[in-house]
């Protein structure tokens, strides 16, 4: 199967199989597309040469691969809700504002330390695990996140083991000390933040429904000019309000980030939801920052856009992009009485309660159902051209908007298409940069 698309002036085709992208003339498009208006009989055997000779490469028309997905019963990571609470009421939050429609709480010393024994007890023989603390807000139980990351090393050590741990934070509580513990314990960081102050402040408010962005953007500087080369990102999310959020983007850019995401809202709020209307305003921004990104790049100002990052050269293996995340199978999300869900998102809905960390048993019927989940159990997948590089979508989000895992969400699916095609076009621009 093949993909052909424009950008601007500019036209590709994307191979499926072999992940091979060829820039082309608007002819050979329209040709490879049906069309053959205008074109010459010696253009036509100029092109068709060009097609066999690609094909005869294995890098044109190459057959796909159904690859077996690299799955196993060995649990690789959990996501530690140390806090079902926060000091931010976000309108848009998917988990309640921090308390997962359920009580305010966070997680116990006790709990915690039984999900370090969890995850190395079903490890087999794995040998770097991975834990992020989330929440809520994590930094609102500082102190057993501490706990948590010093037992584990000590465990871990034990069996020849060792962590990677996450923390995902608004950078309300971040001071000296916790930067310090940071840089020196976390392998990434995330920070909340979704731009232009007045973006930010009219959906991520403080308790008394203030503005928030004054009082978390000096300390999320400091700590990312202390952060050196370890890995953090800022993440910000743009809803109905901010269709424009190329802006926001730039904006975090300039503040001296070099590492940002911007995702989508995940939300039925009907002000803030993302809706089919807003495709085109949302594709054209995509654009928009496509060109701003590069135009930077090119003057030496370059910074890092998580979806604009793909590698069809030597990216994740087959059998890996046919896998998807793991969520259900090898990552499991645990909440504050030790609960066990198959990921952060389905955290709360007594559907997917899949056991407890202190019994130490796994719902296996619901682990099944994720373990047997795959791009090739996606049947919307089955003719799309991004489908080896999103690996058939977000299971969680997948199943809050269509009611099943194994539906994929039109309005994510188009998204990442744009997303992708233009990560393609940044790849192509680099490559004709180098000669």
């Known amino acids: 199967m093949i993909h052909i698309f424009s950008y601007h002036d500019h036209y590709y085709i994307y191979d499926v199989g072999s992940g091979s992208l060829h820039e082309c003339d608007e002819k050979t498009a329209r040709v490879l597309e049906g069309d053959r208006t205008d074109v010459t009989d010696e253009e036509l055997k100029s092109i068709m040469a060009d097609v066999e000779g690609l094909k005869e490469q294995g890098l044109l028309y190459k057959e796909e691969v159904k690859a077996y997905p690299m799955k196993s019963h060995e649990v690789k990571a959990l996501c530690l809700h140390v806090s079902h609470d926060c000091n931010l009421r976000c309108k848009y939050c998917f988990a309640d504002e921090g308390a997962y429609h359920s009580k305010r709480e966070v ?64 950078g309300l509580l971040l001071d000296d000390e916790t930067i310090k513990f940071f840089n020196e314990e976390m392998e990434n960081v995330v920070l909340s933040l979704d731009g232009r102050p007045e973006v930010h402040d009219a959906v991520r408010k403080t308790v008394n429904g203030k503005g928030s962005f004054a009082l978390v953007i000096d300390k999320i500087k400091k700590f990312v000019r202390s952060r050196g080369d370890k890995h953090y990102y800022v993440r910000g999310t743009f809803t109905a309000k901010n269709l424009d959020f190329s802006k926001d983007v730039l904006f975090l850019a300039d503040q001296g980030f070099d590492s940002i995401s911007m995702e989508p809202v995940v939300t ?104 047997n989940s795959c791009l090739f159990t996606r049947k919307k997948c089955e003719d799309c051209f991004a489908k080896f590089i999103c690996s058939g ?20 699916c188009a998204m990442m298409k744009k997303r992708i095609e233009c990560a393609m076009h940044i790849l192509a621009t680099r490559k004709c940069r180098e000669k």
């Open 268 to 371: 039925d709020i009907p002000e803030l939801q993302i809706k089919e209307e807003h495709l085109p305003r949302i594709e054209q921004e995509y654009e928009n920052l496509c060109e701003a990104y590069l135009e930077r790049e090119e003057k030496g100002e370059g910074f890092n856009f998580f979806h604009f990052n793909i590698d069809l050269e030597g990216g994740p293996c087959l059998q890996k992009r046919v896998s998807a995340c793991g969520a259900g199978n090898e990552y499991f999300s645990v909440v504050p009485n030790g609960d066990i869900y198959p990921c952060h998102q389905f955290a709360g809905d007594s559907k997917w309660k899949m056991g407890n960390v202190f019994s130490g048993t796994l719902d296996e019927g619901i682990r099944s159902q994720f373990a």
């Open 393 to 412: 979508g977000c299971s969680a989000n997948n199943y809050h908007y269509n009611g099943d895992i194994e539906e994929p969400y039109a309005m994510t």
């Open 107 to 170: 997680m116990s010393r006790e709990t915690a330390f039984a999900a370090i024994d969890f995850l190395l007890k079903n490890s087999g023989n794995r040998k770097v695990l991975e834990v992020d603390f989330f929440g809520g807000e994590p930094l609102m139980n500082l102190g057993v996140v501490k706990d948590t990351v010093y037992y584990a090393k000590e465990e871990a050590a034990k069996l020849g083991k060792r962590f990677l741990f996450t923390t995902t934070t608004n």
